[in-house]
Nanobody
Framework: QVQLVESGGGLVQAGGSLRLSCEAP????????MGWYRQAPGKQRELVAR???????NYADSVKGRFTISRDNAQNTVYLQMNSLKPEDTGVYYC?????????WGQGTQVTVSS
């Protein structure tokens, strides 16, 4: 089973910043879309941000202006820079990679924002 490698989660106070990283193993190629989802306790999983192979980006309304998604194609890595964090950003963040006909997920990394 091929897994995405996530890192960067942790505990931070409101207003702080975190940077999440997700690396896809080299066996995964022809990546079309890379993105981040999150799930808070008692909530549905939601799309946070995604970036296409042409660098087009989409963000959830709740994170626009605070989060920035980027990718490094040479390293097969996607990042999520999270600034001005709020308690409602707390949740498990999952990396997602989509190729032509395949989809991969990370195991999730916990982000906790205290007030």
């Amino acid at each position: 089973q091929v897994q995405l490698v996530e890192s960067g989660g942790g505990l931070v106070q409101a207003g702080g910043s975190l940077r999440l990283s997700c690396e896809a193993p080299g066996i995964i190629f022809r990546i079309n879309v890379m993105g981040w989802y999150r799930q808070a306790p008692g909530k549905q999983r939601e799309l946070v941000a995604r970036i296409t192979s042409s660098s087009s980006t989409n963000y959830a309304d709740s994170v626009k202006g605070r989060f920035t998604i980027s990718r490094d194609n040479a390293q097969n890595t996607v990042y999520l820079q999270m600034n001005s964090l709020k308690p409602e950003d707390t949740g498990v963040y999952y990396c997602n990679v989509v190729t032509w006909g395949y989809e991969y997920w990370g195991q999730g990394t916990q982000v906790t924002v205290s007030s």
